[in-house]
């Protein structure tokens, strides 16, 4: 049974970067999407972007570009975002999910979620 | 972008009733004889979990109390028969028109 196992929490300083990982524990990547998504506190969902690992397929929120990298590590099962030029209103969990099936976009398998708190 | 609203935006419900959340979107989301709308449901501190696909399949292992229904622009989750661990907050997804993908902001059950 594959899990997406998340890093843990951050405290980053504004202006600074923070790189959260989600690892597929007992599976591969295969050939799913991975998808990430973040909520505020108090907040709903919001859609960052998305990689398809496979074939290094990945797009991006207009909100996010230029601030937010996504990469993916097959051998280590592993997809992982990077955030940069933090925030206040970076504070949020952030959350891995994967396809239920490949490219579908609906996220039936979700990691535990990071939370990464920007305060100076 | 496409906009998700969902309606209302707190509902309370008596154990044992139904409950009937909306979803409205921007423009149709209907094609290849398909709605790409999903419902979740999230509890707190945990992850959203998928309740609904396809606007009206239900994913496995999810009690048959949930159903999912509407087409076009406009959808519905009913949960007939609330049991008190269906309190939570509810969200649509749209994926047909992506990127990016757009979720609803989100309804939250109460018991009354």
């Known amino acids: 049974q594959v899990q997406l196992v998340q890093s843990g929490a951050a405290v980053k300083k504004p202006g600074s970067s923070v790189k959260i990982s989600c690892q597929a524990s007992g599976g591969s990547l295969g050939y799913y999407g991975f998808t990430w998504v973040r909520q505020a506190p108090g907040q709903g969902l919001e859609w960052m972007g998305r990689?398809?690992?496979?074939?290094?397929?990945?797009s991006y929120a207009q909100k996010f570009k230029g601030r937010v990298t996504f990469t993916s590590d097959e051998s280590a099962t592993t997809v992982t975002v990077e955030l940069s030029g933090l925030t206040s209103d970076d504070t949020a969990v952030y959350y891995c999910?994967?396809?239920?099936?490949?490219?579908?976009?609906?996220?039936?398998?979700w990691g535990q979620g990071t939370l990464v708190t920007v305060s100076s | 972008d496409i906009v998700m609203t969902q309606s209302p935006d707190t509902l309370a419900v008596s154990l044992g009733e139904r409950a009937t959340i909306n979803c409205k979107s921007s423009?149709?989301?209907?094609?290849?004889?398909?709605?790409?709308l999903a419902w979740y449901q999230q509890k707190p501190g945990l992850p959203p979990r998928l309740l609904i696909y396809?606007?009206?399949t239900r994913q496995s292992g999810v009690p048959d109390r949930f159903s999912g229904g509407g087409s076009g622009t406009d959808f519905t989750l009913t949960i007939s028969g609330l049991q008190a661990e269906d309190v939570a907050v509810y969200y649509c997804?749209?994926?047909?028109?992506?990127?990016?993908?757009?979720f609803g902001q989100g309804t939250r059950l109460e018991i009354k």
């Open positions: 997804q749209q994926f047909h028109s992506t990127p990016p993908i757009t």
């Open positions: 990689v398809f690992p496979k074939f290094n397929v990945k």
């Open positions: 999910a994967r396809d239920r099936l490949s490219e579908d976009n609906v996220f039936e398998l």
């Open positions: 423009q149709s989301i209907f094609s290849n004889n398909m709605n790409y």
């Open positions: 396809w606007a009206s």
